[in-house]
């Protein structure tokens, strides 16, 4: 749905008596990366990315609508190599709420032309919080061309409080993503997951929270894959003082893997294990100083080969906010496939510092540089050399169209 379609909606539900509103932005930029082999120089794109928020409510109801174009004119001043890349990607969720019950249906979706330029992907909505524990970098393809891609998912979740302290969450979920056609999917393998999953929290105390939960996983891809899996988790998280948190978790996973090409099947059992730790380092009268980081063992199907396996993995972020005008961010990533004797054992370690700062009420600054570095002993995930990629750019917003 384009953003004039989301203004179109507002107008009809206007008359409804339900409240809401519409938030528009577009941030456009000059960004530079590594050069391609054969390159002389490194290659200068042109970036535009336009979202769109609908926010409508109409109690025991919430409605939430978002679309994202992003535009990139690639290698903008060099007639003979100019291309034209566009990613459409949007997501909607509603809502219902009532006596502590909530009952949310999701979907995302993006088609078009996928980047690795930029050496992380953002999540379609905007309002999405990023998993600490979870690296923000995954592995590269040699080619730094774009690829046609398509992905979508859908699911329902129902929250259910039983009493002040304990509350489950019934979740299931399915997604497709992958390259599209043929050529793309010898790069981005098709991958198809379901989950159905339930989970408790209880509050110990005002300081203390457990958490425990079972789920079920099918994931099939293109490359032959077809796991089916059983998963119990455990978490304990803890206020260590008013600013700073600390959650632990650890789980096993027992499942069956086959290889649909071979025709070979083989048990499977693996652990998991987490930890994240957030705090305000520094908080004065201007400046506020927060630092999250976080670590993960778990398996997981890599995008570029679709192959089933064990990763650690962790991010650490520090920002710093100054005088609520500025923001400063420092990010370190990485990820590494085990065990470290496999064939297909393959690492990737990522660093990268960012900078908004407010002009005006509605309009940003905002500028970068990523790096990373990936070594491999897989076939289809090359060692590369350091990779990197930098930006200059304005963002713009409207006001908050309310009605």
């Given amino acids: 749905m384009s953003a004039a379609g989301l203004c179109a909606v507002a107008g009809l539900l206007a008359g409804t008596g339900a409240t809401g509103a519409l938030d528009l932005a577009d941030r456009a930029q000059l960004s530079s990366r590594v050069a391609a082999p054969g390159q002389r120089q490194a290659p ?29 004119l690639v290698d903008a001043f060099d007639e003979r190599a100019r291309a034209r890349v566009l990613l459409q990607a949007g997501f909607a969720q509603l809502s219902l709420g009532r006596a502590g019950q909530v009952l949310s249906l999701n979907a995302t979706g993006s088609i078009g032309e996928q980047s690795f330029a930029r050496l992380v992907s953002a999540p379609v909505d905007p309002a999405a919080r990023a998993d600490p524990a979870t690296s923000r970098v995954d592995f590269l393809p040699a080619a730094n061309a774009p690829l046609p891609i398509a992905s979508w998912s859908a699911g329902l979740v129902f929250s259910q409080p039983w009493s002040a302290r304990w509350r489950s969450t019934f979740a299931v979920t399915y997604g497709e993503s992958g390259g599209r056609g043929e050529a793309a999917q010898m790069i981005l393998p098709q991958q198809q997951t379901a989950t159905a999953g339930v989970s408790t929290t209880f509050a110990a105390s005002r300081l203390d929270q457990l958490a425990g939960g079972v789920e079920a996983v099918n994931t ?104 609520q005008r ?38 940003d600054l905002v500028a970068g540089y990523r790096t990373a570095w990936q070594q491999s002993r897989d076939p289809f995930i090359a060692s590369l050399p350091r990779q990197w990629f930098a930006y200059l750019g304005v963002a713009l917003r409207t006001p908050s169209l309310t009605f």
């Fill in 326 to 363: 500025t923001t400063v961010t420092a990010t370190v990533d990485a990820t590494q496939t085990l065990p470290l004797e496999d064939p297909h054992e393959a690492r990737i370690v990522g660093a990268g510092v960012s900078a908004s700062h407010r002009v005006g009420d509605l309009i």
């Fill in 44 to 72: 200068v794109d042109l970036e535009n990315g336009a979202t769109a928020l609908l926010t409508v409510s109409a109690a025991p109801l919430q409605l939430r609508l978002g679309y994202g174009p992003q535009y990139t």
């Fill in 220 to 323: 099939r891809a293109s490359s032959g894959l077809d796991y089916s899996g059983l998963g119990l988790a455990l978490a304990w998280s803890r206020r260590l003082a008013p600013r700073t948190a600390l959650r632990l978790g650890a789980g096993a996973i027992a499942g069956r893997q086959r290889d649909v090409r071979l025709g070979a099947t083989r048990p499977t059992l693996e652990g998991t294990a987490s930890a994240v730790l957030t705090t305000d380092l520094l908080r004065a009268h201007d400046l506020l100083v927060s630092l999250a980081v976080g670590a993960s063992v778990a398996p997981q199907v890599a995008s570029l080969t679709g192959v089933r396996q064990q990763r650690t993995q962790g991010a650490a972020t520090l920002t710093a906010q100054l005088f």
